[in-house]
């Protein structure tokens, strides 16, 4: 085997590897922000559940709640 035939046979295996690793990454990105928005939703859920059955006054939202208790009025 030539020495050029062997250096365009190391560049395909190459591109080859970064491209799996690349899709590897993409794929564990994504993953990781799905899960994080899924994770950070259901905590907000949770949140304004809480505000609304402990702290919320007669009439009033969620949102007037949050602002009263954190002094943002």
Do not use: H, W
């Amino acid at each position: 085997m030539s020495k050029q035939k062997a250096a365009s046979t190391y560049e395909k295996i190459e591109t080859g590897v970064v491209n799996g690793y690349k899709k590897i990454e993409t794929g564990v990105v994504e993953g990781y922000k799905k899960m994080e928005t899924g994770i950070v939703d259901g905590f907000n859920k949770v949140s304004d559940k809480c505000v609304e059955v402990l702290f919320a006054r007669e009439g009033e939202t969620v949102e007037d709640a949050k602002k009263r208790l954190s002094g943002k009025e």
